[in-house]
């Protein structure tokens, strides 16, 4: 929501600068306010086959590419959204009358998707139906997103699902992954979240030169019908009774 008026005062390089700042106030967080946690004894086989058996497991192999494609489908469609905007009539500099209000609104929307209780079925049905939402979504903006009323809805429909993934995913990596293993297979999913960011941002910037925002919208559709087959399949092979 920042960016668009950062861009303004201080220019793309000061945000780059800005958060090259950020970076270092991370780094000593990290060193002088979190707690050192106590070496535990590693597990027999060394760190490489402990890794393997994270990647390995058929309980979080998808919500792995599911943490990848929500951010990449994110930043393809941001390379989108902000021109569209501004062929809208919206100066970049005021982008963020758009982004408040929808964050807003999405962030109350999602409240009872992940406030109501914890169970598996309902959580899968969760998941299961935010990935929908996120498709259908996709799939309607080439055609819906010529104003600016109706791009904002768009939006607003957009982040609402987006928001109860964010909160579920990793909840459920937590969940699923073994006690001595679980560090791991958070560390895991961190990766392959920004891995997606940046498969998204290269492959939206690519598609949009050549196809503009309906390249987008299919590249989008592509990564959310296969999270989508792979959340039904896991579902299936579990006979709707996994713990997700």
Do not use: K
């Amino acid at each position: 929501m920042l960016s668009p008026w950062l861009s303004r005062v201080i220019g793309v390089p000061g945000i780059f600068a800005l958060t090259g700042v950020l970076v270092l106030m991370a780094m000593w967080v990290m060193y002088a306010v979190v707690p050192d946690v106590p070496d535990r004894p590693r597990r027999e086989g060394g760190s490489g086959v402990a890794l393997m058996a994270v990647v390995r497991d058929i309980r979080l192999t998808h919500l792995y590419y599911g943490v990848f494609a929500l951010h990449a489908v994110l930043m393809a469609l941001f390379i989108a959204v902000p021109l569209n905007l501004r062929a809208a009539g919206l100066p970049m500099d005021q982008h963020w009358q758009v982004y408040l209000p929808v964050m807003a609104a999405s962030f109350v929307l999602m409240l009872p998707a992940v406030l109501g209780p914890v169970d598996a079925r309902r959580t899968q049905a969760v998941l299961v139906g935010s990935i929908v939402v996120l498709l259908l979504d996709q799939l309607a903006m080439p055609w819906l997103s010529g104003g600016m009323g109706s791009m904002l809805a768009l939006l607003v429909v957009y982040f609402t699902p987006f928001n109860v993934l964010e909160a579920i995913l990793p909840a459920q990596v937590s969940r699923l992954a073994a006690g001595e293993s679980r560090g791991m297979a958070i560390g895991v999913f961190a990766t392959l979240q920004f891995f997606g960011a940046f498969c998204g941002a290269v492959a939206g910037g690519y598609l949009y030169e050549r196809w503009a925002t309906p390249g987008v919208v299919i590249f989008n559709a592509i990564l959310l019908v296969i999270w989508l087959m792979l959340a039904l399949g896991t579902r299936a092979r579990n006979g709707g009774q996994e713990r997700v």
